[in-house]
C-alpha cells in the first residue's frame, strides 16, 4: 500500500542525476565554444589552403579545401583537435628532460614561478605589516607600491635582466624577482586589509587584558588577516606565472613556456603557440588549485564553518 | 564587605575604601562638527561590592563613563580612581574584566580557547589555564561546550562564555556595557538571575550599563539615573532588596516604586532638550 502511494506521489518527469544537471551548462558551452572554433579556423585558414592549391595547380572540392583547413601545417587558426594533439605529443612524446618537451618547459617556468610567489607573498606580507604598525609609512610607501604597478612589466623587465645579467645573476632568480615583483601587490593591498579587519571592540578587549602589541599582532590580528591572505594568494599565485613568462621573452630564453611562445611566433608556428598556452593555462589551473586546497585545509583548523 | 543597601557617599574622596571613585570628571570629544561634551562634572563613589547600574536614553554618556572607568577613553579635567590606584594603572594590572554588548568572542578559537585567551595572554601556566576555564565554563553553564565554536552556539551561551571570559582572570570589578541588550527578553531574564546569582556567590562589584528599568531595578543595590547633552548623573537610588533576589520581586509595590523613581528621573532628564 505504502508503495503504491509513493509511486503516485512521485512526479511525472524523468529525474536526472544531480551530478547530470550541475555539468550539463558547462558542457554546452564548451561544446558551443568548440564548434564556433572549428567554423572560425575553416574561414580563417581559407585563403591560405585554397593558395596552396591553386599554386600546385591541383584541380580542388569544396570538401577537400574545408578538410585542407582541418590539417594545415601552419594554419593562421589551429583547429581544436591540431592543438590537443601536438599539446600530447609535446607531453607526452619526448622524455621530461627533452628540450622538445612541453613538461621540461612548463618545469622550468614553473620553478621560477614558485620562487617567484615566494619571495613576492613575503615580501607582501613584511610591507603590509610594517604599513599597518608604522603610520608614517602608510603615507609614504602606499603611494609607491601603487606606482609599481602603473609600469608596464614588459617595459621593465628587459631592464631588469640586462642589469641583474650584467653582474652575473642569471637564468632562474632574474625571473623570479620579475614575477615578484608583479604578485606582491595583491598580497600587499589584501594583508593590510586583513590585518586591519578585526572589530574595533576585539582591539578594546586587548586593551582591558593589557596586551603587549605582539600578542595583540599573533592572537587577533594575524588570524582575522588569514582568509584575506588567502583571497590574494590566489590572485597572486597566477599574477606570479605570467611573470615568469613574460620575464622568459625578452631575452629569447632558451627554455620556458615563455622560450615556446617567442620560438611559435618566430617560426610561425601557431599551434606550437597554442600548445604553450594550454600548457600555461593547466599550470594556472593547478595552482590556483594547490592554494584553494590549503586555504580549505587552513579553514577548516580555523573552525570555520563547512 | 558592605552592606548592598549602604547609601553612596557622593564628594567623599577615601582611596582605597571604594572600586571606583570618580571626582569631577568631564570628557570632551573633539568631532568634525565641533566639540560634544559626552561627561559633565561626574562625581561617583561606587563601594566594594555593589552593583551599581548606570541607566539614561542613548547619547547620555553612560557608556562612556564605563570606558573612562576602563581607561578605554581618558577625561578631560577630573580624577578617577579604581581600587585606590588611577584608571591607567587599574588597567595594566587588569583590576576589571570588561563585557560589551556583543560576545565579541575570536571565531577561530573554540569556546575553551575563547575562555582561556586572556589567561594565555596574562602568562598563566598551562595547567592553571586548563583548571579555570573548567570552573568558570561550569559556572556559566556552559560545560560540554568546551570544543564548540562561537557560531555553533545560540547568541545567549555567546555572551555567557564572554562573561566567562572576563571572570577567569579572577578580577575584582565587573565592567557591563548593555551585555544583555541583544538578547530577547527571556533568555535576558534567565541571564540577569545568573548574573545575580554569579554576584551573590564571588562578591565582586559590578558596573552595569542598561536602558531598561525593570532590568536596572531588578539588579541593581544603586541604580544611578543620566541625562544627555552633557551627560551628567541626575538621581543616584538605592534598591535594598535581598541579595539573593528572585524575579518576583518585581511584581512588587516595593519595586515598582522604585522603578517609578527611575522614570521620572528620565523624563525629567529629557525636558531639558526639548
Redesign the interface.
Known sequence: MTRSTFSAARPAGIRWHPTFVRFVPVVVIVLVLIAVWYVAAVLMNLNLVRGAFERDDTPYTTGQLIAGTMRAERPLLPAPHQIVQTFAEDVFGWPVTSPRSLVYHGWVTLSATFVGFLLGATFGIVLAVLIVHVRTLQKSLLPWIICSQMVPILAVAPIVIVVLGAIGLRGLLPKAIISAYLCFFPVVIGVVKGLTSP?P??G????????TPA?IFW??RW?SA?PFLFASLKVSITISLIGAIVAELPTGAQAGIGARLLAGSYYGQMIQIWAALVAASVLAVGLIGVVSLIERWVAQL????S | MRAPDQPIREGVTSPGAFAVSAHDISLTFQTADGEVEALSNIDLDIAEGDFVSFIGPSGCGKTTLLRVI?D?ERPTAGTILINGVTSEQA??Q?H???I?Q?P?L?????IERNVM??L???GFDAAERRRRVEQYLKLVNLSGFERK?P?QLSGGMQQRASIARALS?EPALLLMDEPFGALDEIVRDHLNEQLLRLWNQTGKTVVFVTHSIPEAVFLSTKIVVMSPRPGRIIDVISCNFPRDRTLEIRETPEFLKIAQRVRSGLRSGHSYDE
Not at chain 2, 575570536?106 to 573554540?110: C, E, G, N, S, V
Open positions: 572589530d571592540i576585539q578594546d578587549l586587548m586593551r582591558t587584558w593589557s596586551a600578542q592572537k587577533l588570524p588569514v580555523m573552525g570555520a564553518r | 576602563a578605554l588597567r595594566v587588569r576589571y574584566g570588561y560589551f556583543a565579541a575570536y571565531p577561530w578559537r573554540t585567551l586572556p594565555e595572554i596574562m565554536y557560531w582572570f
